[in-house]
């Protein structure tokens, strides 16, 4: 059955620290890879995705994420977090033949001054 | 352009009762899908209209579920009757493809 992991349920950083969420899936192919966000009081954001080509995606806010087919990862990234980047962060898949998303558990991301 | 919105914003209700959860999509959006959160789970698919057809109702838990989209414009997700375990965070979301969807800030019900 297609499943994706979200490791790290709680991450805390400090502003301006570099950021990494780790989102592994299990797909026998190439699925369809998203990050969504999630801050209080608000529906899930699209920050990115990935259908085909290259492998580096640039998103909203600043953010990206990187695409490791050897890995069946999808991590996404930012080199210094703002304070606003507060939230839970939910990486997604979309099998090819569906339209259904299927979510990790999320991350809870919190940020120091 | 306004979003995807939900009503309400929140429910609490006792076991047995009936709860409707309203959907409203993105103007032009024929594709609208449900979902739900349980506490501390995953947020996992329940069902897809395309207009006003269902077209995949696989994620939708039991019987005392029922979703409805009138004439392709909203939707509605009837909890009837409710239990506990229906607790959690209803997410509704639409799109105007198949390759991007957009949520609305969800809907928590809470059953008591």
């Known amino acids: 059955a297609q499943s994706v992991t979200q490791p790290d349920i709680h991450i805390t950083v400090s502003e301006g620290a570099s950021l990494e969420l780790r989102c592994n899936y299990s797909?026998?192919?190439?699925?369809?890879l998203f990050w969504y966000v999630q801050s209080p009081g608000q529906g899930l954001q699209l920050l990115l995705k990935y259908f085909s080509g290259d492998t580096l995606v640039q998103g909203i806010k600043g953010f990206e994420a990187e695409f490791k087919r050897s890995q069946s990862s999808f991590n996404l990234r930012k080199p210094s977090v703002h304070w606003s980047d507060a939230a839970e962060y939910f990486c997604a898949v979309a099998p090819h033949n569906t339209d259904k998303l299927i979510f990790g558990t999320g991350t809870r991301l919190q940020v120091f001054p | 352009e306004a979003g995807v919105t939900q009503f309400p914003s929140h429910s609490v209700i006792e076991k047995g009762q009936t709860v409707t959860l309203r959907c409203d999509p993105i103007?032009?959006?024929?594709?609208l899908y449900w979902y739900r959160r349980v506490m501390g789970k995953e947020i996992k698919f329940l069902l897809h209209?395309?207009?006003?057809?269902?077209?995949?109702e696989s994620g939708m838990p039991n019987n005392r579920f029922l979703a409805e989209r009138t004439g392709g414009t909203y939707s509605t997700l009837k909890v009837q009757p409710a239990e506990l375990e229906d607790s959690g965070v209803y997410f509704c979301a639409s799109s105007p493809t198949r390759t991007e969807q957009y949520f609305g800030p969800g809907t928590r019900l809470t059953v008591l």
């Open positions: 797909y026998g192919a190439t699925p369809y």
């Open positions: 209209f395309v207009k006003e057809s269902k077209q995949d």
């Open positions: 103007s032009g959006h024929d594709n």
